[in-house]
T-cell receptor
């Protein structure tokens, strides 16, 4: 069975601090996708990244970076120099790597960034 | 990316009534997914709706409570039947990218049941 664990329920930081959101997953599939979504207070889900299980290269996009480690089944998300606008709930998710497969979501981590 | 419109965006409903949520996509998609997000919780998949066949429900969700229609490749509805306060949630429609892998989400329908 597939499972996504986000052990950090809530994180509070002060602006400009770096913060890492942890994500650990379980799957029996050899091919799968991992995702991160952001849900700001307004409620919409914002897609951040999708990673294929065959691609373990870390990715950086502006202040965001992702560390995928298959050996530890982790897909962690780091925000560098956090800003108040980063305050949101962040969800890690997993799906089989075939068309028409739904996502399995973790419970989410609420990030609060204060000025 | 796909543009997904959901109606209603929010509603307040009375216990025992039913409400139908509509999901319209601006392009043809094979699979549409319905999720529920209870207050302060994560997203839970209710069912997968494939055009031309009955929806596939996840454990804990049944067709009598959450009937789904999928009349064409751009539209689906989810009905929440005989509502109780426990059904107060955000209901989200999502579709898969035509290129595979990424799921796009509507803005959600926030239901409050009194």
């Amino acid at each position: 069975a597939q499972k996504v664990t986000q052990a950090q329920t809530e994180i509070s930081v002060v602006e400009k601090e770096d913060v890492t959101l942890d994500c650990v997953y379980e799957t029996r599939d050899t091919t799968y996708y991992l995702f991160w979504y952001k849900q700001p207070p307004s409620g919409e889900l914002v897609f951040l990244i999708r990673r294929n299980s065959f691609d373990e290269q870390n990715e950086i996009s502006g202040r965001y970076s992702w560390n995928f480690q298959k050996s530890t089944s982790s897909f962690n998300f780091t925000i560098t120099a956090s800003q108040v606008v980063d305050s949101a709930v962040y969800f890690c998710a997993l799906s089989e790597a075939q068309a028409g497969t739904a996502l399995i979501f973790g419970k989410g981590t609420t990030l609060s960034v204060s000025s | 990316s796909a543009v997904i419109s959901q109606k209603p965006s929010r509603d307040i409903c009375q216990r025992g009534t039913s409400l139908t949520i509509q999901c319209q996509v601006d392009s043809q998609v094979t699979m549409m997914f319905w999720y529920r997000q209870q207050p302060g919780q994560s997203l839970t998949l209710i069912a997968t709706a494939n055009q031309g066949s009955e929806a596939t429900y996840e454990s804990g969700f049944v067709i009598d409570k959450f009937p789904i229609s999928r009349p064409n490749l751009t539209f689906s509805t989810l009905t929440v039947s005989n509502m109780s306060p426990e059904d107060s949630s955000i209901y989200l429609c999502s579709v898969e990218s035509v290129y595979g892998g990424e799921l796009f989400f509507g803005e959600g329908s926030r239901l409050t049941v009194l």
